[in-house]
DNA sequence: GGCCACTATGACAACGTTGTCCCCCAGCGG
DNA sequence: CCGCTGGGGGACAACGTTGTCATAGTGGCC
């Protein structure tokens, strides 16, 4: 194996100039236009020639330039664009996994970006996707206000929202049914005997938050154990927040003995709070994780699969560039309760 | 808050034409020269005209093309590829995202790509990043030939390789310590009083797994405990291979009493495995991951950053991109023992 | 031998933007 | 009143590619 330099920049030499169809056409003897139909793999074209043309392209490094291409065809840039809260979090990367696959599958690439549920920083991506001219946008709503993608819906740009709704749009959504698994969740343990269940759950002026508050309250109803404000702790939640409050819960007049956690960051917050403490509440958390099962006692989880959110918004999306223009579709994915000990805990 | 129907293709009617400048300076009654400037903040433009010229973009939700402005401007397309192994993976997430927070500061949209250990998908992906002609290129790879990016790089695109070396070409390269990192493990372990010490690591053609192996080895020699076949199991594994390599070093005439895994993967097959046997060998895991800590025993751990790895090459692309051409660089980060107690278990 | 059909190839314009260069005009000094 | 200056604005070409249309050559057929 010998090892080859590139002799170019990296020794600090000038920058070569990229090859165009014009050189590759120069160096083969032949019209740029010759070059372009061996490139596209355009019927018409001696064989001979072509394996000329292919020879220079070979020997120039040619590689074609997509942004002309893109430009002179007008449409489809074979890209999507992914706006998502985080990357970083296991569920989303799971999203981005999934969403990437299907884009293969259809000869796209995808250009993610994370808005860290910053409104503007989700504006920001989506519209500097637009001007890249995506083929079309999947977006995690930071934000309510999403009338600014309308020009860009007019132009043709479908967008599908995902995980959570668009404020002030109608468009392809695909959500998880979020009221549906904290009601089960509170159903859970209220079956295993608790009669004191708190919820901790993320900012409430975050969608899946407010529904899973709301499915909490509605499951406290149904089961007869009452909704009682001092149980709920809505808000962004950090490790220190999560562990003041569950000493505020341990020292209610009625201590709470169970818990549903708003989502999986809210639910590893907790472990780490209980860590070492011996008596722990049940917990049932939103969102299931990895190794979930392995931990003692394992978690009881209201799962959803990020693969499948990401698939069937991918799969939206790409009935939409396929030309279906149905009315814009809202999808609920189902969510099940995955027992697993952490919830079965009698009170 | 009124809900807004984008009334064009969602509804079914024919996608409109996306304004250009040209409609935009018609509407304004300027020259698509003055809008040019108005919409690059280039100075010398009458305020009042300035106004007129935004007032029309707003009303056509004028939005410029950015494949048509790479192509003018020739150089940087404000986009940095990344090539990596699988976005799904919490390592490689962490990777992205770090990279992302990088690119973000520099005014760089990220575009990437899973390969999944495959050179050929690695090879596409990265020949399809050049087409679009990204600023620069980080690629953690999967195959041992790189030769096919010289003429990128001749062209002036900065490669940095990831996580792995490259295989044939010389180029910025930042590693983690490998090495250092088993060795550091199998030490100890034997300082906890094993001496039969196993390695559990992925596909030996795969470098990190290979590196990780010689680290073991030297371990097992500096520690005088001795390199024995019999306790290393390479290859790509999955649940099954691992239960079934676990079984083996059960039953060997000198049993296993500690294991060394090599990558977060196989620590986590380990652990399902384990799950519910009363016995089990000490461990040591590569790669540190959520929760490790709040398993138990709680598991010890070589930790190395996902974050440093993607902010060390990220730093090094932009450093490239700012004009740097020393020569090319090799990185190789620490990695920490992090004792939590699966490795303290005495032999 | 003349005409046609067909294959292989090329000339040229256009995509939407920006860099270069030029022009117009108001204001000012001589 | 003239020439000069500088701010504001426009005409035009060019980036690299591809779609449209034209054309040269070749062989077959009446």
Redesign the pocket.
């Known amino acids: 194996m010998t090892t080859l330099s590139p002799s170019g920049p990296i020794a600090g030499q000038r920058k070569v ?2 090859a ?3 050189d590759v ?1 120069r160096l083969a ?9 061996v ?2 793999d ?5 064989p ?3 394996e000329r043309v292919l020879a220079a392209i070979d020997q120039l490094g ?4 997509l942004s ?2 893109n ?4 449409s489809s840039t074979g890209t999507i664009g992914l706006v998502l809260e985080d990357v970083g979090n296991p569920f989303y990367s799971g999203v981005t996994r999934a969403v990437e696959e299907i884009a293969r599958l259809r000869g796209r690439q995808v250009i993610s970006g994370s808005s860290d549920e910053d409104p503007g920083r989700e504006r920001e991506l989506a519209l500097e996707f637009c001007s890249r001219r995506v083929d079309g946008l999947l977006i995690v709503p930071a934000g309510l206000q999403h009338s600014y993608l309308v020009p860009e819906m007019r132009a043709g740009t479908p967008v599908v929202f995902l995980d959570r709704p668009a404020g002030d749009v109608v468009a392809d959504t695909v959500l998880v049914d979020n009221i549906g698994g904290t009601v089960e969740a509170v159903t859970h343990l209220a079956a295993h005997g608790h009669r004191r269940i708190a919820f901790l759950g993320d900012a409430p002026d975050i969608f899946t938050a407010n529904e899973r508050l709301r499915g909490y309250r509605e499951g406290c109803v149904r089961t007869g154990i009452g909704y009682h404000e001092e149980l709920v702790a809505m808000g962004p939640h950090d490790e220190g927040s999560v562990a003041a409050t569950l000493r505020r819960l341990r020292t209610l007049r009625e201590p709470a003995t169970a818990i549903v956690a708003g989502n999986n960051r809210i639910t590893v917050h907790i472990l780490r709070s209980l860590a070492g403490s011996a008596e722990r509440p049940a917990l049932v958390g939103f969102d299931d994780f990895e190794l979930a099962d392995l931990l003692s006692p394992p978690v009881t989880v209201i799962a959803h699969d990020a693969s499948a959110l990401g698939k069937a918004a991918s799969d939206l999306l790409f009935a939409r560039l396929d030309g279906d223009n149905s009315p814009p579709r809202r999808v609920v994915l189902p969510v099940r309760l995955v027992p697993r000990g952490s919830g079965e805990v009698h009170a």
């Open positions: 100039r990229r165009t169809m014009n056409a003897g032949v019209s740029i236009k010759t070059v372009s139909r490139v596209n355009e019927p018409g074209v001696h001979s020639t072509a040619f590689r074609r330039n002309a291409r430009l002179r065809r007008g």
